[in-house]
């Protein structure tokens, strides 16, 4: 697809189980961004990978967090232990530059992640 | 407090109607500034990005504009439609790279028929 496409939209959990989050960026966007939206709020930032490599990863709220980006295209983001706290939409957004230069930010429609 | 305050949390206008949204921010200089509308349940989507050098930048009905001395910015809607029915976000990017982009928590409009 041409977007930045984000699997499952909608995940219903229990609490305490573990949870795998998917973003295929736009194909050929280096930059690629995790952001957690609690509703009334702006997106608060998780993550940001340049490549392979997490440039960014100061936004994870505690050590059940975790991403993956292995090849540079498509990132895992992973919930172990979740908590009902953790109950969100989860954004990705991808950039065909790296971070805070002056290129359009991408974002897919999101994952809505509720634990019950 | 927030480095980036958008005001009012949420407005109500009849459809037709023009309307301003207002974006307070801190962070000085700043690479660019843009402003997002986010449907329900859709992810954020550019409406205007502008560099510190610029005051204003249009996209169709949407105008933006930058006061780097107030260090405001505005998002002017002009005849307003039901489909601009969103949150519009407000978004600081700074110019070092080691830096968060920084969101507002967006204004809510509704607008009625």
């Known amino acids: 697809g041409a977007g930045v496409s984000q699997t499952p939209s909608n995940k219903v959990t229990e609490k305490g189980k573990y949870v795998e989050l998917r973003c295929d960026p736009i194909s050929g966007h280096t930059a690629l961004y995790w952001y957690r939206q609690s509703l009334g709020q702006g997106p608060e930032f998780l993550i940001y990978f340049q490549g392979t490599g997490a440039a960014d990863d100061s936004g994870l709220p505690n050590d059940r967090f975790f991403a993956v980006r292995p090849e540079g295209s498509v990132s895992t983001l992973k919930i172990q232990r979740t908590e009902r706290g953790d109950s969100a939409v989860y954004l990705c957004?991808?950039?065909?530059?790296?971070?805070?230069?002056?290129?359009?930010?991408?974002f897919g429609e999101g994952s809505r992640l509720t634990v019950l | 407090k927030n480095q980036v305050e958008q005001s009012p949390q949420s407005l109500i206008i009849l459809e037709g109607k023009n309307c301003t949204l207002q974006?307070?921010?801190?962070?000085?200089?700043?690479?660019?500034l843009r402003w997002y509308k986010q449907d329900t349940g859709r992810g954020p989507v550019s409406l205007t990005i502008?560099?510190?050098?610029?005051n204003t930048k249009s996209n169709g009905r949407y105008t933006a504009t930058l006061d780097a001395d107030t260090k405001q910015s505005s998002l002017h809607i002009t005849a307003s439609q039901l489909s601009d029915s969103a949150s519009y976000i407000c978004v600081v990017v700074p110019p070092n790279r080691d830096d968060k982009i920084i969101f507002g928590k967006g204004t809510r409009l509704h607008i009625l028929p």
């Open positions: 502008m560099t510190f050098s610029e």
């Open positions: 957004a991808s950039s065909p530059v790296s971070r805070n230069i002056a290129g359009e930010l991408f």
């Open positions: 974006c307070n921010y801190t962070v000085s200089p700043f690479s660019n």
